[in-house]
């Protein structure tokens, strides 16, 4: 009800600085009114933990924790926040958010704009939200792609104490050279590595906290089996199915359709669920997916639970539908 009201306002405004304001909103929320509590659904069991639903917050929204409060009354089952980087960075020159309102989509190429990971950490320490936290890194964009490894292991060092998950980001498309991370022979290297660090973290804090995946929605078949296998060798924990995509065929002739970026929203949803179902014929049950990428309602949720992913994330169908989506959402994947 609120949202509907706001709407017209928050769409009078540039899509980034709508979403500041927004963020604003919600951190002040967060600060003044009782902790938000997730919408009631039966719990269920992926990576480990105990999840009280299955419909999720995306990275993105929240890079640097500021929201958290405000965002865990909107009943998410989980919040995931970032993408960090080890050091501040700007990200690209604004603008660099668009609305495509016909189609329900977004296109951004912020950048992995954020305040470090050192700034993150002290808004998740004094947030009050006590549910499951997921941590999204990635790299520096001035980090050469062969040094990528550094960054990703200098995150997971500082975040793993506070996260309930780590998501590793090797899949946005405005970082340069980012996806090549997803190649054969590069996630095998970054993967081995990460592994390796988790091990080493759980023994010093007596505590395992899983790592997943975030890819996008831009590969072939042999590239997805490829992908799969990289993922059970190293036992990664899930995979998060996918981050924007960089096609623009669904958005051709619209303003801003050609926009440099990743483009998210509706156009995006069949692709990614595309993803998710041939990941879950690939991977058969060994790791979990998690579902992200264009839903807009109950059915698009319950499609990609259908499509073989045990939790679902939003993003851009809250912007476009407020917050009444995600009880839309859990009920439509309680079953």
Known sequence: MLYDIARP??????????????????????????????????????????????????????????????????????????????????????????????????????????????????????????????????KNADTPIERAADDYLACLDKVYAQASYVTVNISSPNTKNLRQLQGESELDDLLGRLKAAQARLADTHGRYVPLTLKIAPDLDDAQIVNIADTLRRHRIDAVIATNTTIARDKVQGLPHGNEPGGLSGAPVFDASTAVVRRLAGALAGELPIIAAGGVLDGSGARAKIDAGAALVQLYSGLIYRGPALVRECVRATAA
């Open 9 to 138: 306002l928050l769409f009078s405004l540039d899509a980034e600085t709508a979403h500041e304001l927004t963020l604003h909103a919600l951190a002040l929320a967060g600060r003044l009114l009782p902790p938000g509590k997730p919408e009631a659904a039966p719990t269920v069991e992926v990576m480990g933990l105990r999840f009280p639903n299955r419909i999720g917050l995306a990275a993105g929204l929240d890079k640097n924790g500021e929201a958290i409060d405000g965002l865990a009354r909107m009943g998410f089952g989980f919040i995931e926040i970032g993408t960090i980087t080890p050091r501040a960075q700007p990200g690209n020159p604004r603008p660099r958010m668009f609305r495509l309102p016909e189609a329900h989509a977004i296109i951004n190429r912020m950048g992995f704009n954020n305040h470090g990971v050192d700034a993150l950490l002290a808004h998740v320490g004094a947030a009050k939200y006590r549910g499951i936290l997921g941590i999204n890194i990635g």
